[in-house]
């Protein structure tokens, strides 16, 4: 079993910074993929960006160039940059990590951006 336990949400205003943090726990060996879903209100989840074991990163195309995610391997957490932010950044931010086919969730972090 693998706890993933996120912080770092808040309330922002449009063009401001958030970093978003995600610790791992328990049976992380063989973690291979890391990455950060949104779910704003009344739309389904969606990936914002993910980071592999190797380091290799992908994004969503519309946070690109505004969201860095980075990952700290010695603390076992994975980070989430996000900069210039905007309103329909709003959302629960969830961190999920992916072991083979098992796929773990954290409980979620509220990121609100006022206009």
């Known amino acids: 079993q693998v706890q993933l336990v996120e912080s770092g949400g808040g309330l922002v205003q449009a063009g401001g910074s958030l970093r978003l943090s995600c610790a791992a726990s328990g049976s992380i060996f063989s973690i291979n993929r890391m990455g950060w879903y949104r779910r704003a209100p009344g739309k389904q989840r969606e990936p914002v960006a993910a980071?592999?074991?190797?380091?290799?990163?992908n994004y969503k195309d519309s946070v690109k160039g505004r969201f860095t995610i980075s990952r700290d391997n010695a603390k076992n957490t994975v980070y989430l940059q996000m900069n210039s932010l905007k309103p329909e950044d709003t959302a629960v931010y969830y961190c999920?990590?992916?072991?083979?086919?098992?796929?773990?969730w954290g409980q979620g972090t509220q990121v609100t951006v006022s206009s």
């Open positions: 999920n990590a992916q072991q083979g086919i098992v796929t773990y």
């Open positions: 980071i592999t074991s190797g380091g290799s990163t």
